[in-house]
């Protein structure tokens, strides 16, 4: 059972209460997951694939009733050190699909309110500077998955 059905049902309600926060016609949003996380931790990543069907966009921002806050991140090598870091926005070119991954671009959901467990999933709203809201649902995957229906990595 879902460890948040009031806040997908709430989200859900308020998804067919306002449809122009509902998907956007120009943006395809596709494979939304999330690695499970232990009860200690946190912070979580979340994955997804965002195709840009119209003019060119920026998605700079993301939500979610799971985590005080949830960012944009990047995974860097500096000088033979892999880092994390916040960028402000990922620019998106018309007919660009980019998936956001482990170990490239990623969300990270931060200030976790309990943790992430698998076959869960909870909401998810992306912000766009042109197609504004997309509010979409994220599936837990294993911890360690490397995609939404892949097992835990050995």
């Known amino acids: 059972m879902s460890k948040f059905p009031v806040t ?4 859900a ?5 306002l449809p122009a926060l509902a998907q956007s016609p ?5 494979n939304v997951w999330a690695r499970a996380t232990s009860a200690s931790q946190k912070v979580g990543g979340v994955f997804l694939t965002v195709t840009e069907n119209g003019p060119a966009d920026r998605l700079v921002a993301a939500s979610s009733p799971v985590a005080d806050v949830v960012q944009l991140h990047e ?5 033979g050190v892999m880092k994390m870091r916040a960028v402000s926005g990922l620019p998106l070119a018309t007919g660009q699909t980019v998936e956001l991954k482990p170990g490239g671009y990623h969300l990270m959901a931060m200030g976790l309110k309990q943790p992430l467990v698998p076959g869960d999933s ?12 997309v509010r979409v649902v ?3 995957a294993a911890a360690g998955a490397s995609g939404p229906a892949m097992p835990a990595k050995p």
């Open 8 to 11: 997908a049902v709430f989200v």
């Open 13 to 17: 309600g308020l998804c067919a209460a």
């Open 26 to 30: 120009t943006v395809s949003v596709q």
């Open 75 to 79: 995974t860097i090598n500096d000088a």
């Open 122 to 133: 909870f909401p998810l709203t992306l912000m766009f500077d042109k197609a504004g809201a």
């Open 138 to 140: 994220v599936t837990v």
